[in-house]
């Protein structure tokens, strides 16, 4: 089993900046990705930002820009950087992982972190 920690959401004025980290802990044999979705109230959750552990990133286009991510490999995190917040960006960030183990792929998912942009 695998278990993914955030931290770092809060409230933050628009135009502000927070950073979100998540650590992968468990059987984590090899990790194929680690990425970072939101969901805002009554809207599907949504992908922010993903990068592989080759480190090619891939951003939803309303955060490109301004959102970075990072993973660091030894110790199986991954940051965001969010600068320039928006209101829009206020909802719930949950860390997300593909973990293989031989043949086998499985995706894990973190608690959630609120993350407010007030105006």
């Known amino acids: 089993q695998v278990r993914l920690e955030e931290s770092g959401g809060g409230l933050v004025q628009a135009g502000g900046s927070l950073r979100l980290s998540c650590a992968a802990s468990?059987?984590?044999?090899?990790?194929?990705?680690m990425g970072w979705y939101r969901q805002a109230p009554g809207k599907q959750r949504e992908l922010v930002a993903r990068i592989t552990s080759g480190g090619s990133t891939n951003y939803a286009d309303s955060v490109k820009g301004r959102f970075t991510i990072s993973m660091v490999n030894a110790k199986n995190t991954v940051d965001l950087q969010m600068n320039s917040l928006k209101p829009e960006d206020t909802a719930v960030y949950y860390c997300?992982?593909?973990?293989?183990?031989?043949?086998?792929?499985?995706?894990?998912w973190g608690q959630g972190t609120q993350v407010t942009v007030s105006s």
């Open positions: 468990g059987s984590v044999f090899a990790i194929n990705y």
């Open positions: 997300n992982a593909l973990v293989s183990r031989g043949l086998e792929l499985n995706a894990y």
